[in-house]
């Protein structure tokens, strides 16, 4: 098994994203972060390199198509191939629909969707070359059910397991050998609740959250075994939830 993969993750400032890069970077994968908060991520490459690991980062808003192209280029350039790409930035401002929170549909749409989109697209120029890679894709329980307050957060997580399947299929119909895995996790102890706009939702879902939710590391944990599968087969569904999460 080649633990020496060039991993490139998107939303790898905090959360799952972070504790992904550095289990990644602590097995011996060269990891490539881009996320907004720049701070953060010389924070987590330093912590990284500090430990004997090789990680790099480059600002990137996933909203923006030159950007990503940009880290998928850094990636590239510096360790000359893309082995993994792991879309992972995403925000959740949960809201009723009758709130017309307009500016939060358009950031789950642009963030979650787009961002995934254009994850893809940037990966694919590298690995449709190379003839082998792995699209990691995070979704959510989100994406396999929906309740009030969260329609387009699963709007959009429903989108990002369509657009994965659809991939699936073409990158089979191919012969590519591109991997697709879909990950969608329940609740996780993260940051993400930060992005509810509406303060009484925000308290709903920290108090869910610090009942039910689960480590970061588990999903890192579980990225790390989709990777390291041999490469002639993928997981390419997989629900990681807390044990006591009914829903
Ligand atoms: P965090 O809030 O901790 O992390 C979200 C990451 O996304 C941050 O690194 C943030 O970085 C990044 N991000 C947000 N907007 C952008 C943008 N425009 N461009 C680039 N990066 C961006 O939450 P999680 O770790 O929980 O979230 C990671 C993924 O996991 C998301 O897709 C989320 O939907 C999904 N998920 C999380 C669950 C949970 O319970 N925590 C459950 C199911 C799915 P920055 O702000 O620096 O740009």
């Not at 050998?177 to 969608?184: A, E, G, K, Q």
């Not at 996790?185 to 993260?190: D, E, L, M, R």
Request: some cysteine.
């Amino acid at each position: 098994m080649n633990k020496s993969k060039v991993v490139v993750i998107t939303g790898a400032s905090s959360g799952i994203g972070e504790a992904t890069a550095k289990l990644l970077a602590k097995n011996g994968n060269k990891v490539v972060l881009g996320a907004r908060r720049v701070p953060r991520l010389q924070e987590i490459t330093g912590n990284i390199t500090d430990l004997g690991g090789e990680a790099i980062y480059l600002p990137t808003d996933v909203t923006k198509d030159d950007e990503v192209e940009a880290l998928a280029k850094l990636a590239s350039d510096k360790f000359g191939r893309i082995d993994v790409w792991i879309n992972c930035a995403g925000v959740m401002p949960q809201s009723l629909l009758s709130q017309k929170k307009i500016k939060d549909w358009d950031n789950m749409i642009d963030i979650n969707i787009k961002g995934t989109l254009y994850g893809i697209g940037a990966a694919l120029s590298y690995m449709m070359k190379q003839k082998s890679g792995q699209i990691i894709n995070i979704s959510s329980v989100a994406g396999h059910i929906v309740g009030p307050m969260s329609a387009v957060y699963s709007a959009t997580k429903y989108a990002v397991r369509a657009i994965s399947e659809g991939l699936r299929q073409e990158m089979a119909q191919a012969q590519s050998n591109v991997r697709v895995t879909l990950i969608s996790p329940g609740a996780v102890n993260t940051e993400l609740v930060n992005s509810i706009t509406d303060e009484k939702i925000k308290e709903g879902t920290e108090e869910f959250y610090k009942n039910f939710s689960i480590p970061v590391d588990r999903v890192a944990e579980t990225i790390q075994q989709s990777i390291d599968l041999p490469a002639d087969a993928a997981w390419n569904e997989v629900i990681i939830r807390p044990t006591t999460q009914q829903m």
